[in-house]
């Protein structure tokens, strides 16, 4: 299968912005060097007018776009990929990095899944997700790119996870990372929607983007539990006053939010809705 390597000249603030758009519009992952973002994409799928669409709004082009292999491409990313401590209490590696003497040591194979603990919004959805009590309680990790998100709750002493994708690569990075961790108790299903869970949900954590969290809230509200706790992240932070708005149409109480280089991230309690 051959890819397109598309590398765009920009700092590293604005890397982590493109990163997550691309990834949310069909990009398998991004790597960042030497001031150069360099992203992945299927050659079949690549869309020259659709990127620009994405990077125009920065002022910047393209620099150059390239043919790849897939050997070539794992290559490149598995290279790039770089140990991150999240907050006080977690440590993301990959096997080659060595373990370290911290609350929660997470492994995560090098892939192209999204949510590897580089980006701001999952080191914010993970902080918070750490600060809650996950103890005998049962989670849904929405979007769960590499299931860093679940194998967390699993570390906290979770029930069950859920760990719910629509991008079957993701699932299947999910799937190694959950034998990596040797956890036991995070099952993946691939679907857009958290429908097909049967029990009641005590914590969702969804790291998506704006538009898809928002259509997403009436499920939301149906699967928690009475007093359940949402963490959504994926929003910018002029995004605040709209979501707000749009959350208490279905019970949700805002009790904390905290920001990182423009992204927003809010944790709500449910309530009934009289």
């Not at 959805?125 to 998100?149: F, P, R, T, Y």
């Not at 998506?208 to 706790?229: C, D, H, R, S, Y």
């Not at 709209?242 to 991230?265: A, H, M, P, R, V």
Request: aromatic fraction near 8%; charged fraction near 25%; proline fraction near 3%.
């Amino acid at each position: 299968m051959e890819y397109k390597a598309v590398h765009i000249l920009c700092d590293d603030e604005t890397s982590e912005t493109l990163s997550f758009l691309l990834q949310e519009n069909g990009y398998e992952g991004t790597s960042f060097e030497k001031n150069q973002l360099i992203a992945y994409c299927k050659a079949s799928t690549f869309d020259l007018l659709a990127l620009k669409s994405i990077i125009q709004p920065f002022n910047i082009e393209p620099d150059k776009i390239l043919d790849i292999g897939l050997q070539n491409w794992n290559q490149i990313w598995e290279s790039n990929f770089k140990e991150v401590y999240i907050g006080d209490h977690i440590h993301v590696r990959a096997p080659f990095h060595p373990a370290k003497n911290i609350k929660h040591d997470i492994i995560i194979l090098p892939k192209m899944a999204f949510g590897t603990g580089h980006h701001e919004t999952t080191q914010l959805s993970a902080i918070a997700l750490e600060k809650l009590d996950c103890k005998n309680k049962i989670v849904l990790d929405m979007g769960c790119g590499s299931g860093l998100l679940a194998i967390l709750a699993s570390q906290k002493e979770a029930k069950d996870v859920f760990a719910i994708d629509y991008d079957q690569n993701c699932i299947n990075n999910t799937n190694e990372n959950i034998q990596l961790n040797k956890v036991k108790n995070v099952f993946t299903m691939k679907d857009d929607s958290p429908s097909k869970i049967e029990d009641g949900v005590d914590i969702i954590v969804s790291n998506i983007v704006k538009n898809i969290n928002l259509k997403l809230l009436p499920q939301f509200a149906g699967k928690l539990t009475e007093n359940g706790i949402l963490i959504l992240c994926g929003f910018l932070t002029k995004d605040f006053k709209n979501l707000i708005q749009e959350s208490t149409k279905y019970g949700f109480l805002l009790t904390d939010k905290n920001t990182q280089n423009g992204w927003l991230q809010t944790q709500f309690i449910k309530k009934n809705v009289d």
